[in-house]
């Protein structure tokens, strides 16, 4: 049910979430603690604050009601991705090119497993990569996760 009620949530959601000028990123619908949480991960390019949160939170309480799509009780939240958040869709790569990511890999491809490196370019199949002056291209296929890199 939590798949097709995700869905069904970002189908009804975006919109409206795009109309507050905010692009939605991720929707999770999880139980913790034995307390479920639907959770909304929104993404400005000048970053995401707490009255950010508050007037996408206002709307989205108003339109989960009228949709009434979740028959239990929940926690709203609504917040800005996690930096070790992993990168998993086109929107993901759009939003970090140039950006220094950590590239883990299945298996080994010039001797390594795992890249640090700027993300140059990306398609449907493949990533390019700037490994220390080297473009590197790997295929999405080769790749186990893909994080931002946390330097400091």
Do not use: W
Not at 24 to 29: G, K, S
Not at 46 to 74: A, F, P, Q
Not at 81 to 100: E, H, I, M, Q, T
Not at 106 to 129: F, G, H, S
Request: proline share 2%; glycine share 4%; charged share 35%.
């Amino acid at each position: 049910m939590s798949k097709q009620l995700i869905s069904n949530l970002k189908e009804e959601l975006e919109k409206d979430i795009v109309d507050l000028g905010y692009e939605l990123i991720d929707i999770e619908f999880v139980t913790e603690s034995g307390e479920r949480y639907l959770r909304f991960y929104i993404y400005h390019p000048d970053g995401i604050g707490i009255d950010d949160c508050e007037k996408t939170s206002k709307m989205l309480d108003v339109r989960l009601d009228e949709l009434d799509l979740i028959s239990t009780s929940y926690y709203l939240e609504v917040s800005s991705p996690d930096l070790n958040r992993p990168l998993k869709s086109d929107d993901d790569l759009r939003r970090n090119l140039g950006v220094l990511l950590d590239v883990n890999l299945y298996r080994k491809i010039n001797n390594k497993k795992e890249y640090r490196a700027t993300l140059l370019e990306y398609d449907k199949d493949t990533l390019t990569l700037d490994d220390n002056g080297n473009n590197v291209q790997i295929d999405r296929k080769d790749v186990s996760k893909i994080t931002v890199a946390i330097v400091f």
